[in-house]
């Protein structure tokens, strides 16, 4: 099993730029692959983007490509969410997961996930 714990929300203006980081214990982290998925009130859990075992390979969903960049570091385990040019849109509950088989942008294919941390974006 893999314990996450997500970090680094907060509240920001549009335009402005948060890192978020997801910090893995438990089995070796670069057996998983990793996502980043969102959540507004009172709307479905969002895929925002995922990164490869070896983090060789990424893909993102079409609203944040070219804002959001995911990254990780296997010998921190840790995964990175880096958000820039913010939009009040982007408001939500983050959330990493993690699968040993899976990655991709099916929420429910993940195994592992964290507790979110709040993102807000102010206009």
């Known amino acids: 099993q893999v314990q996450l714990v997500e970090s680094g929300g907060g509240l920001v203006q549009a335009g402005g730029s948060l890192r978020l980081s997801c910090a893995a214990s438990?089995?070796?982290?670069?057996?998983?692959?990793m996502g980043w998925f969102r959540q507004a009130p009172g709307k479905e859990r969002e895929f925002v983007t995922a990164?490869?075992?070896?983090?060789?390979?990424?893909t993102y969903a079409d609203s944040v490509k070219g804002r959001f960049t995911i990254s990780r570091d296997n010998a921190k385990n840790t995964v990175y969410l880096q958000m820039n040019s913010l939009k009040p849109e982007d408001t939500a509950v983050y959330y990493c997961a993690a699968d040993l088989t899976y990655w991709g942008r099916r929420h429910y294919e993940y195994d592992y996930w964290g507790q979110g941390t709040q993102v807000t974006v102010s206009s």
């Open positions: 438990g089995r070796t982290f670069s057996s998983y692959a």
């Open positions: 990164i490869s075992k070896s983090g060789g390979s990424t």
